[in-house]
């Protein structure tokens, strides 16, 4: 049982990045999935969820820049990041609120 995240990397400002979490020996239809990250020196803080039926909702700051989406046939949510802002670099977790991926960084900087 397990979530592999993926996609992180560095990137310029106003640039994009598409993560992705694939999920494995879960019940992956049937759960939200989430989308959190962490900055150096403070809380992880949520950034989008899409439930199983496929609604969504953002954190104010990634609203109309961050798009999240599900893929049931693959087991795999993604995180689509456009527009990126030095203020987005932090290490990107999916969460299914059981167990969490193992996080990958994602630095915007030039």
């Known amino acids: 049982v397990q979530l592999q995240a993926s996609g992180g990397g560095l990137v310029q400002p106003g640039g994009s990045l598409r993560l992705s979490c694939a999920a494995s020996?879960?019940?992956?239809?049937?759960?939200?999935m989430l989308w959190y990250r962490q900055a150096t020196g403070k809380q992880r803080e949520l950034v989008a969820i899409?439930?199983?039926?496929?609604?969504?909702n953002y954190a104010d700051s990634v609203k109309g820049r961050f798009t999240i989406s599900r893929d049931n046939a693959k087991d795999t949510v993604y995180l689509q990041m456009n527009s990126l802002k030095p203020e987005d670099t932090a290490v990107y977790y999916c969460?299914?609120?059981?167990?969490w991926g193992q996080g990958t960084q994602v630095t915007v900087s030039s």
């Open positions: 969460y299914d609120r059981t167990i």
């Open positions: 020996g879960t019940d992956f239809n049937r759960n939200a």
């Open positions: 899409i439930t199983s039926s496929g609604r969504t």
